[in-house]
């Protein structure tokens, strides 16, 4: 059941949600038609992001701008991975973001630490 404020709205931990798991949808549909990506690999990746989308989730009810930056940077790192011609230095950039975003829950939130990482790794991988 979802909860509207009394303008009608539903709390911005709702929306942020909703904002996160489409995100985080967009990367999945991007990463399944990536032709540059081996099928290991996509599986691999796909594992995570769904494991992403549920540690995120989580954190969004507690640190909502944190938990956008995480998707957003997840975002903008599997567009540099997936782009047909890679600016390994833009890669590098937004991996650096995307690890940058999870700094400080490595010990409230371990498993979103190292799921990040995980995929931080996999993306960087991609076109090895």
């Known amino acids: 059941m979802r909860f ?3 303008n009608g709205r539903p709390p911005l931990s709702f929306k942020s949600e909703a904002m996160i798991e489409d995100t985080i949808g967009k990367i999945e549909a991007r990463v399944q038609s990536a032709d540059s990506i081996k099928e290991e690999r996509r599986r691999e990746l796909l594992q995570l992001l769904g494991t992403l989308k549920a540690e995120v989730a989580q954190l969004s009810k507690t640190h909502v701008e944190q938990a956008e ?12 991975a997936t782009r047909a011609q890679q600016n390994p230095h833009l890669l590098k950039l937004s991996l650096q973001g995307l690890s940058s975003s999870v700094k400080g829950f490595e010990e409230s939130h371990p498993r979103l630490a190292q ?14």
Do not use: K, M
């Not at 930056?69 to 540099?80: C, N, P, V, Y």
């Not at 990482?117 to 076109?127: E, P, R, V």
């Open 115 to 128: 799921i990040v990482n995980a995929i931080s790794n996999a993306l960087s991988n991609i076109g090895i």
């Open 4 to 6: 509207s404020l009394p």
């Open 69 to 80: 930056s995480i998707a957003g940077f997840t975002d903008l790192s599997a567009h540099e």
